[in-house]
């Protein structure tokens, strides 16, 4: 069980690390101001298809008083994402659920599920899945550490994939506040 909790704190330590915008560093000495500009892979990207009710939306304003407006479309969305990953040098990024981005922009997409643990196996035979993501049993109140997640940890392992485990605090203004349905009316 060692080696599923390591890759889960690459997976965390990844995350920190692939902020599209990079990380400054300005130097106490120096008025300056250094980013990082070599490659990154995102470790954790949604991806809508057509009629998802998250296409179209304005999102409530974040903690920082920033105010999104959501893609219309699932190809608006790829666009406006791909676009990003040339500007950011994005060269990889985990997609949940992402079939369609996989067969555009194979080379750079890893697609990922959480189906049932058969079904995990026989996309992964088949080159169509590299990564056991977004796991969220965190919203039913299971930890990383249960035992109903140690199947999914040992798949890992045994196929030498990454998995995405979704932790606190949930995104911006507590995530999932357009759909609290999704969590039985409850915040996070």
């Known amino acids: 069980m060692k080696q599923p909790i390591l890759i889960l704190l690459i997976f965390i330590i990844s995350l920190v690390f692939s902020c599209p915008n990079g990380f400054s560093q300005t130097n106490n000495n120096s008025s300056t101001e250094s980013r990082y500009t070599g490659p990154i892979i995102d470790m954790h990207l949604h991806a809508f298809k057509e009629g998802d009710p998250m296409l179209g939306l304005t ?4 903690l920082r008083g920033q105010t999104f407006k959501g893609s219309k479309s699932a190809k608006e969305l790829q666009t406006e994402i791909l676009k990003r990953f040339e500007k950011y040098n994005i060269k990889k990024a985990i997609l949940t659920n992402a079939d369609f981005w996989y067969t555009d922009v194979p080379e750079t997409i890893i697609n990922a599920k959480t189906n049932n643990l058969d079904t995990i196996r026989f996309l ?5 899945l590299g990564a056991i993501a977004e796991m969220a049993p965190y919203y039913a109140g299971i930890l990383a ?3 109903s997640q140690e199947p999914y940890f040992e798949l890992a392992e045994e196929l030498q994939i ?3 485990f979704h932790i606190l605090p949930c995104g911006p203004n507590n995530g ?3 759909m609290p349905e999704m969590l039985g009316g409850n915040a996070c």
Do not use: R
């Not at 999102?59 to 974040?62: A, F």
């Not at 992964?124 to 169509?128: D, L």
């Open 145 to 147: 550490d249960a035992p």
């Open 176 to 178: 999932i506040h357009l």
């Open 162 to 164: 990454p998995v995405g």
């Open 124 to 128: 992964h035979s088949q080159g169509k």
């Open 59 to 62: 999102h409530p304003p974040t």
